[in-house]
C-alpha cells in the first residue's frame, strides 16, 4: 500500500485531489459517512472503491480508528504535506516587499494531535508556511492529517535541518521573530509587523535557548486559569488569530 489516509474529514479532502492508482477501502454495510464516500470517489473517475470485510479493513489499518473507510494513494505521496514542501529560500524568493506573511516555527512539537490541531489553525488563518525540523519533531503521518481533518493537505510545510539557521535567513529577510514564553509581553499588547514569524516551543520544555535568543520579543497570552499554561495547539490557534486580526486592520485602516 502507499500512503494511508484514515478519518472522514481527511478522506473527504483527500479525495478532491486523488492521484490515479488511489483505492478506497469501506467495510462492507456501514452506510452513513462510507456511503458519501463511496459518491464522491466514484466522481473522480480515478479511485477504485474495494468493499471489505471488517476484519480486513482492521488488518489493513492496525491500531488505527479507521471506523470503516480507508484511502490509500497507491504508492504516491501527492496527497502528503510534502506536495506542499517548500524551501524557505523558495519562499522568501517568491514573497513581494509589501505582502504580508506569517511564517510558524515549531520548535520540537513531539505529538501528533498537536500537530494536526496546529496544521488545521493554520489553514483558518491562512499561515504562509509551516517550519519543522527534521529530528526530533513529529512529521506529518497518518494520525496528523486525521487530526486536521484534512487541513494538512492544503499548508505549506518546510522540513529543515537547523530551525535557527532558517530563522537568521528570515530576519535577513525582513521578517520579525516573535516567540511564545510565558514570561513574555501580552499579545494584545505587541503590534506585529507584516512580515512576522511566529515560534512555537516543545510540549514540555518550551523554546530552546538558543532558539529564545534568535527571538526579537518573546510573547505571551494573558490567562487567569487555575493550571500554569495553554496547551500548545490553542496557544498556537490564539496567537495566530492575534497576528492575523491586526494585520486585516492595518489593511482596512
Not at 500537530?115 to 496528523?144: M, Y
Not at 510573547?219 to 492575534?242: K, Q, R
Request: charged content about 20%.
Amino acid at each position: 500500500m502507499g500512503e494511508k489516509i484514515f478519518g472522514f474529514h481527511a478522506i473527504e479532502e483527500s479525495l478532491k485531489q486523488a492521484p490515479a492508482g488511489s483505492t478506497l477501502y469501506l467495510c462492507r454495510g456501514m452506510g452513513g459517512h462510507t456511503s458519501a464516500l463511496e459518491r464522491q470517489a466514484m466522481l473522480t473517475g480515478k479511485v477504485a472503491i474495494k468493499k471489505i470485510a471488517s476484519v480486513e479493513m482492521d488488518r489493513l489499518a492496525p491500531d488505527c480508528d479507521h471506523r470503516g473507510a480507508l484511502l490509500d494513494l497507491g504508492g504516491s505521496r501527492a496527497m502528503s504535506s510534502k506536495a506542499k514542501a517548500i524551501s524557505v529560500k523558495e519562499y522568501c524568493q517568491g514573497l513581494g516587499e509589501d505582502d504580508s506573511a506569517v511564517v510558524l516555527v515549531l520548535d520540537e512539537i513531539t505529538d501528533p494531535q498537536n500537530l494536526g490541531a496546529i496544521l488545521r489553525s493554520c489553514d483558518q488563518f491562512s499561515v504562509s508556511l509551516v517550519i519543522i525540523p527534521e529530528r526530533r519533531s513529529v512529521q506529518v503521518n497518518e494520525t496528523v492529517v486525521k487530526v486536521s481533518s484534512g487541513a494538512a493537505q492544503y499548508v505549506p510545510v518546510s522540513i529543515v535541518t537547523n530551525v535557527n539557521r532558517e530563522l537568521e535567513y528570515l530576519k535577513a529577510n525582513g521578517f520579525w521573530v516573535y516567540g511564545a514564553d510565558m514570561e513574555g509581553k501580552a499579545s494584545h499588547k505587541t503590534v506585529f509587523p507584516k512580515k512576522t514569524v511566529l515560534v512555537m516551543g516543545n510540549e514540555g520544555k518550551g523554546l530552546s535557548r538558543l532558539t529564545q535568543q534568535l527571538c526579537d520579543m518573546l510573547v505571551s497570552i494573558p490567562t487567569s486559569g487555575h493550571i500554569d499554561s495553554l496547551n500548545v495547539s490553542v496557544a498556537t490557534g490564539i496567537l495566530l488569530y492575534e497576528i492575523r486580526r491586526q494585520q486585516a486592520v492595518t489593511i482596512q485602516q
